[in-house]
C-alpha cells in the first residue's frame, strides 16, 4: 500500500514570498490533515478536509496560509507571503472513516524563511 | 482544554535495557491517548491507542502503555530497548471524545547506545 506522498521534500525561500505544497494521501482515505511542526514542539492541526470539505480550520492563519482539496483527493497548502516564524515542516496525513486517531502521516516538507 | 505534558525530552537508555518515556494528561473527560513515534525522515507511526476498553494498551514493536486516572498518567514501556527504537516519541489526546483532532506533546529523544 502506497504511503502518503509529500512535494517538494525541501523548500527554501525568503521572507515575503509565496510558497505551496502538495500531498497526496493514501488511496481512499476520506479525511485528509495538514499538520505545522515547529522545530522542537509536537505537530500542530492547521487545517482538517473531510473529502472536499473544511472540517476544521480554527488554527490556520488565514491571512497568510491558505489551502484546497481538489476533488477530495490531493491537497494544496499555500503560504503568501511567508514569515521568518512560517519556517517549520509541514506534515500532511489521511486517515480513513471510523479510524479515531489513526492517521498516517507523510514525510514533511522542510520549509526554511529566511 | 486537552493536554498532555512530556516530561523527558530526552532519554538515553543501553540496548537491552528497560524503556519508560513520560506523560501526563490533563482533560476534563475520560481522554483518548495514543503514542507516535517520529523516526528520521520517515512519516509519524502510531504505537498503539487507549481509548477506555483496557488500561494496559499494548503497541507495536514490544511497546505498550498503561493508563492511569489516578495519576492521569500515560507513559510508554519496553522492557528491552532495541538500537532501531531510537526515534522520538509523541504522546497524543483527541480534543474531544471520538474525534481525530489531536493534540500533541512536545515530544521525547530516544538514544539507545550499543
Known amino acids: 500500500e502506497a504511503g502518503v506522498a509529500q512535494s517538494p521534500r525541501y523548500k527554501i525561500i525568503e521572507k515575503r514570498q509565496s510558497v505551496a505544497f502538495w500531498c497526496n494521501p493514501i488511496s481512499g482515505h476520506a479525511t485528509l490533515y495538514w499538520y505545522q511542526q515547529i522545530l522542537g514542539q509536537g505537530p500542530k492541526l492547521l487545517i482538517q478536509f473531510q473529502n472536499n470539505g473544511v472540517v476544521d480550520d480554527s488554527q490556520l492563519p488565514k491571512d497568510r496560509f491558505s489551502a484546497e482539496r481538489l476533488k477530495g483527493v490531493d491537497s494544496t497548502l499555500k503560504i503568501q507571503p511567508a514569515k521568518l516564524e512560517d519556517s517549520a515542516v509541514y506534515l500532511c496525513?489521511?486517515?480513513?472513516?471510523?479510524?479515531?486517531?489513526?492517521?498516517?502521516f507523510g514525510s514533511g516538507t522542510q520549509l526554511s524563511v529566511l | 482544554a486537552q493536554s498532555v505534558t512530556q516530561l523527558d525530552s530526552h532519554v538515553s537508555v543501553s540496548e537491552g535495557t528497560p524503556v519508560l518515556l513520560r506523560c501526563n494528561y490533563s482533560s476534563s473527560y475520560s481522554p483518548s491517548l495514543f503514542w507516535y513515534v517520529q523516526h528520521p525522515n520517515k512519516g509519524l507511526q502510531l504505537l498503539l491507542k487507549?481509548?477506555?476498553?483496557?488500561?494496559l494498551v499494548k503497541g507495536i514493536n514490544g511497546f505498550e502503555a498503561e493508563f492511569k486516572k489516578s495519576e492521569t498518567s500515560f507513559h510508554l514501556t519496553k522492557p528491552s530497548a532495541h538500537m532501531s527504537d531510537a526515534a522520538e516519541y509523541f504522546c497524543v489526546v483527541s480534543e474531544s471524545w471520538g474525534t481525530d483532532k489531536l493534540i500533541f506533546g512536545t515530544g521525547t529523544r530516544l538514544q539507545v547506545f550499543p
Open positions: 496525513a489521511s486517515s480513513d472513516t471510523g479510524s479515531w486517531g489513526k492517521l498516517f
Open positions: 487507549y481509548t477506555s476498553a483496557a488500561t
